[in-house]
C-alpha cells in the first residue's frame, strides 16, 4: 500500500497502455509523433583559475616572472634533481656524505611543497610523498641510490623472451623447452670458451667467434673498445666540397689549391675526456647527410692552438689531404653569448651559444681545422626557442626558418646541461 505522505510517480503511456491489454513498444528516445529529441547543450560554469602571478608565495619564490619562465624554473629543477638522484656527470657517483644527502632531501622537498605544488597544484601521490618526506630516511638507511632500480631484472627478461619464442607457446611444457634452450645454450658457450683458451693466436679463432656468438645471443658481453682507422672514404676535391653551403673558405683554412683531394668520412671515433672527471669512454662523432637515413652533424668541444675550450659544429671529417694521411675534422666555430636576465636555463648551468663570425660583413660562421687529437667529447646543443618564438612566432621551427645570413646571425642556441652523458652504475661494487 501506498505511503500518504509519497510524491506521486508519473505514469508513461505505454505503461497506461499495457495495463489496457494493448502491446506497445518501450520508450525509443523519440517524442510524440515521431519528432526526434535533440540534446541540449550542458552549460557550464567558467573554470575557478586562481591568480597565482597574484599571490604571495608566487611573488617570494618568482618574484615578477612571468609565468610561462616560472614554469620552466620548475622544469629546470626537476632536471637538476633528477640528474642528482641519478648521479649524471659527476666524477664520483659511488659515494655520498651526510651532508650531501640532507641538502639533496631539502632540495627534493622544496622542489614538490613550494615549487610543484604552487604551479600544477598538491601532488597527491604516493611517490611524490616519497620523494619530498622519506627520501633523507631512505639515504640514510640505505646508503645508495640504486638499490631499489629495477632495471637490472627488466633487462635479464630478454633472454626468457627469446627462449620464449623459440618454443611452440604450448601449454605445461613451455617451461621444460625454455630450460632445456637455456642448457643448451650454456654448454655451448662453455664448450667454445674452453676451446678459446687453448688456442694459440691471442683469443682468435673460437674465441672470437664465441665473442660474435654471445653478441648476437642471449648472453651480454662488454664492447672491445678499438678506435677504428679506415682509409677508405668518398674521394673529392676541395673544388666540390666548396659548393656546400658555408663552405667557400674550405680552401683557405686547409691551404690548399682548390683541386686537390681530399679523402671524407662520414664518421669517426676517440676517446673523450669529461670536464667532471668521470672515466674517458669511446664516443662516435658524425658529420654525415646520412646516418641511419638521417642527416647527423654533432656539436663537439675541443681545444685551440692556444689551449682555450671551444665549441663546434662538425662539418667534415677528412682521413687523408693531398694523398698523405691526414685526420682532422672541419667545424663551424660557436662563441658563449650573455644570457638573458633571470635565465633558468643559465642558472641551471647551460650556456647560450651563438655563431661565430669572422667579420661584420661575413655571411657563414668561421671554418676551424681540428686534429682529432684535441676533440675534447661530444655535446648536446639545443635552439634557444625563446629567441626563436619572439622572432617568427610560436610555431617558428628550425626546419621552417629561412636559413639567411641574418638569421644565422640572430641564431641563439644552448648548451643541453642536463644530457647524462655519464650516470650512476647500476652495480658500482661489480
Known sequence: ????????????????????GETEELD???GPDGAVLEAADEVLPDPDVPDLVSSAKYRRLYGDLPLHRAVLEVFCRMAVLGGKLMGDNVADTTHMTEREMH????????????????????????KAHRLANHLLAALLSNGNLWEGDTSE????HGPCKRMYSRTNKRGPTIVLQMMRAAETQRE???????????????????????????????????????????????????????????????GSVLGKD??????????????????????????????????????RYDHLWYTDDCGRRQLGWAQLVVR???????????????????SIPDCSLSRAGCRRMAWDFAGPTSEWPVLVRVPLSDVLRIEHVVV????????????????????TAAERRAQRFFTNHFFPFTSRALNPSS
Do not use: K
Not at 662520414?266 to 669511446?282: D, K, L, N
Not at 687523408?320 to 650573455?338: A, H, K, N, T, W
Open 103 to 126: 641538502a639533496l632531501a631539502d632540495e627534493a622537498r622544496e622542489f614538490i611543497v613550494d615549487h610543484v605544488d604552487l604551479l600544477f597544484g598538491p601532488a597527491h601521490t604516493s
Open 258 to 295: 682548390v683541386n686537390c683531394t681530399v679523402v671524407t668520412a662520414p664518421s669517426f671515433v676517440f676517446r673523450c675526456t669529461f670536464e667532471w672527471g668521470a672515466a674517458s669512454v669511446v664516443q662516435t662523432a658524425c658529420a654525415s647527410t646520412s646516418y641511419h637515413g638521417q642527416p
Open 384 to 403: 634557444d626557442f625563446l629567441d626563436l618564438g619572439d622572432r617568427h612566432g610560436l610555431h617558428a621551427m628550425p626546419s621552417n626558418v629561412p636559413d
Open 320 to 338: 687523408m689531404l693531398g694523398g698523405e694521411v691526414d685526420d682532422f675534422v672541419i667545424v663551424r666555430r660557436l662563441r658563449q653569448v650573455p
Open 153 to 156: 631484472n627488466e633487462a635479464l
Open 188 to 250: 655451448v658457450l662453455r664448450e667454445l670458451t674452453d676451446q678459446g683458451d687453448n688456442d694459440d693466436d691471442d683469443g682468435e679463432g673460437l674465441f672470437g667467434l664465441l665473442e660474435d656468438v654471445a653478441d648476437e645471443g642471449d648472453v651480454p658481453t662488454a664492447p672491445v673498445e678499438t678506435l677504428a682507422r679506415s682509409h677508405r672514404g668518398r674521394r673529392v676535391t676541395i673544388a666540390d666540397l666548396e659548393q656546400i653551403p658555408g663552405m667557400i673558405t674550405l
Open 1 to 20: 500500500m501506498r505511503h500518504t505522505d509519497a510524491a506521486p510517480v508519473p505514469v508513461s503511456v505505454a505503461t497506461v497502455r499495457r495495463s489496457a
Open 28 to 30: 525509443d528516445g523519440h
